[in-house]
């Protein structure tokens, strides 16, 4: 079945520094979404990329769609303690729910 | 517009019981999926409805149950509840027909349960 492989597990940077989480899927996307769970939280929805080597912006943040739509990445920049918490990528291939990776734990030391 | 309820918010069961978990979507979503997110394994997904249909299944034993209702409230159910049932569980909804592209999720607080 589908599978979808997410790293690193954990990251532990200081405040200002830069972050990015890898998502890997086995099969073909039609799209790809993120979300963020912060500690004791539940997932809430970042963004969506549809398009092959789509690349969006969220302030900070830095979302990019490989070209063969088989991977993605998160890259924050100048990391706040704000930004703590477990970062997922989610898979659709259109035709089952979606699945989503291990997550990225990011811990921020100010 | 609120969003997705999930009750009750905070359970403890005992190994053998079984438990019953509820959620409400998010008012006009026709989708609910529910998952289990536990520190080891992350977010499992357990089943998906549309329209009182189910239309996905995970990788889930039988004691794991859901249905849908006409008003799109969802409920999941396990029986003879195992210690390793313990987890928070997560309902979502969205507007659209799961199967279609662009599906974006909403999650409720989720349920956290304990079993002894």
């Known amino acids: 079945g589908q599978q979808v492989m997410q790293i690193p597990q954990y990251q532990h940077v200081q405040e200002g520094e830069d972050f990015t989480t890898y998502c890997n899927s086995s099969?073909?996307?039609?799209?790809i979404q993120w979300y963020k769970q912060r500690p004791g939280g539940h997932p809430v929805f970042l963004i969506q990329l549809v398009k092959s080597g789509e690349v969006k912006k969220q302030k900070r943040l830095t979302f990019q769609f490989g070209e063969a739509k088989k991977n993605s990445s998160l890259h924050i920049t100048a990391t706040q303690t704000t930004d703590v918490g477990t970062y997922f990528c989610a898979g659709n291939t259109g035709r089952r729910a979606l699945t989503f990776g291990s997550g990225t734990r990011l811990q921020v030391q100010p | 517009k609120a969003g997705v309820t999930q009750t009750p918010r905070y359970l403890i069961k005992t190994r053998g019981q079984q438990v019953t978990l509820s959620c409400s979507p998010i008012s006009g979503h026709r989708s609910v999926s529910w998952y289990q997110q536990t520190p080891g394994q992350g977010l499992q997904f357990l089943f998906e409805?549309?329209?009182?249909?189910?239309?996905n299944k995970g990788n889930f034993p039988g004691r794991f149950s859901g249905r849908q209702f006409s008003n799109s409230r969802s409920e999941m159910n396990v029986s003879t509840l195992e210690l390793g049932d313990s987890a928070l569980y997560l309902c979502?909804?969205?507007?659209?027909?799961?199967?279609?592209?662009?599906?974006?999720?909403?999650f409720g607080e989720g349920s956290w349960l304990t079993v002894v």
């Open positions: 409805y549309f329209s009182e249909t189910q239309r």
């Open positions: 099969t073909t996307l039609s799209n």
């Open positions: 979502a909804s969205s507007f659209s027909d799961p199967q279609g592209s662009g599906n974006t999720i909403y």
